[in-house]
């Protein structure tokens, strides 16, 4: 006996979608059951009168309950449609654009159509169910209609592993997701074997993602999400030798795709940990010892790194991250450099009266119980008077005529002996303590 189940679902509902949107729900579907034991098999038939797509799940079943909008059993899983609307919009879509549809599942046969609602005074999907005598082993899909360019266009966006897969030389897989390596992929992306959407030019690589969320349509990924799964698939690739470091170098030093943008958006986070160490070891490898270079953004850094005796060597903003996780920000190696001794001199090098003034800052020192190891430097930042560094009060030799600034200098780094640093109140009170005592000292003998 024939049934009918009228959907409250409107004939002009996703007005947008076409064949391919309507084929992707369909084999989403499909994809879905395959993976939970139900195999999946697609055929296509050209027969130039009415070619027709069947789509097959051996095993599987069509409840009634999933003609239910919104009704799903993938929600909270990793199963591709997850919204329970897939199907039957799918349907809705082939009908208005004059396919035929239907569908067998066990004894029954149901035909989806567009027909007017006196409930709802509109045209709506309607499904007729009709009994068989045969009972169907599995749920088999047919479109009747679909012409071979269409379907062309939508096996091209199906790359399932037990469908039409890519072939291993194009894949570079990482923890589940793909990196798609050949030209034909570049900017092309997939979720989970299916195809979402086209990136765009500037991208090097196509990808294939099983864990990336996307709306109902399947069209929109988020694009911070979608940033930090390129970024991390690379630094993986690179982690695992699946992909060479080499390469990624000499693509962040092009600097003109959009994978160079992801990575360094994201070069300070956890993400791009390993891969920073990577890229600095052939920034190294390519322009020589951490000894002698630096990578700089500017022409002025080149100038600063010239000034320590550095070779600037100017990259892209990608490299300049990276390089700026493993070895610091490059204009705070600047103002470390700018403390690091030129010059020691010793106590020869000095005239008599610079010998007069170390020596009435030593003993100055020995008053305050400070009995540390005192040298005369010349700094790489001309500004910088003094530095306590290695145990040792280090002081420069520009300051030694000048009384005032030497033992305030001296008395500054001594302060730094119990552990303080620079703009700590501790620091401060223990300058204050230090001086103190000195005036204390000076004023018994008044």
């Known amino acids: 006996m024939k049934r009918e189940i009228e959907l409250s679902i409107s004939a002009d509902y996703v007005p947008n979608w076409d064949v391919w949107c309507a084929i992707r729900e369909l084999v989403q579907n499909a994809a879905d059951a395959h993976e939970q034991g139900f195999p999946m098999s697609i055929e296509y038939n050209p027969d ?3 070619p027709t797509l069947i789509i097959s799940n051996k095993g599987a079943v069509f409840n009634k309950d999933t003609l239910l909008l919104g009704r799903t059993t993938k929600m909270g899983t990793n199963q591709r449609g997850i919204f329970g609307e897939g199907y039957k919009l799918a349907w809705l879509t082939l009908l208005r654009l004059g396919y035929e549809v239907w569908l067998r599942t066990r004894n029954e046969r149901w035909t989806p159509r567009i027909e007017h609602s006196d409930t709802f005074g509109a045209d709506v999907l309607k499904v007729e169910i009709f009994p068989l005598e045969k009972v169907e082993d599995g749920v088999k899909m047919e479109i009747r209609g679909i012409q071979a360019a269409d379907w062309e266009l939508a096996k091209k966006r199906l790359i399932l592993p037990y469908f039409n897969p890519i072939k291993p030389a194009d894949v570079i897989a ?14 092309q992306l997939f979720v989970k074997g299916i195809w979402v959407a086209s990136l765009g030019t500037k991208y090097k690589f196509g990808y294939n993602f099983t864990d990336l969320s996307l709306d109902r349509d399947r069209k929109l990924a988020n694009p911070w999400e979608l940033k930090l799964r390129i970024a991390q698939s690379i630094s993986r690739a690179v982690a695992s030798k699946a992909l060479s470091a080499e390469k990624v170098y000499q693509l962040l030093e092009e600097d003109c795709c959009e994978e160079c943008r992801a990575i360094e958006d994201l070069a300070d986070t956890q993400i791009c940990e390993s891969l920073s160490k990577d890229i600095v070891t052939q920034f190294y490898a390519a322009h020589g010892s951490s000894k002698n270079v630096i990578a700089v953004k500017s022409i002025q850094e080149s100038s600063q790194a010239a000034h320590f005796g550095l070779k600037g060597v100017i990259v892209s903003r990608g490299i300049a991250s990276l390089f700026a996780q493993v070895e610091g920000d490059t204009q705070t190696r600047f103002v470390s450099l700018e403390t690091t001794e030129k010059v020691r001199f010793g106590y020869h090098d000095l005239s008599a009266e610079e010998r007069s003034c170390i020596d009435w800052v030593i003993s100055i020192l020995l008053l305050l119980d400070v ?3 005192v040298k005369v430097v010349e ?50 009170r223990e300058m204050e303590s230090l001086f103190g005592r000195l005036v204390a000292g000076w004023m018994k003998d008044v």
């Open 48 to 50: 130039s009168k009415e």
């Open 174 to 187: 990482v923890g589940g997701n793909n990196i798609l390596t050949a030209f034909e992929y570049s900017g």
């Open 379 to 428: 700094f790489n930042g001309k500004s910088v008077m003094g530095k306590w560094h290695n145990n040792e009060i280090c002081l420069s030799r520009a300051i030694l005529t000048n009384r005032a600034e030497l033992v305030a200098t001296a008395v500054h780094e001594a302060a730094h002996i119990p552990g303080y640093s620079d703009g700590e109140p501790l620091h401060q």
């Open 371 to 373: 009995d540390k190891p």
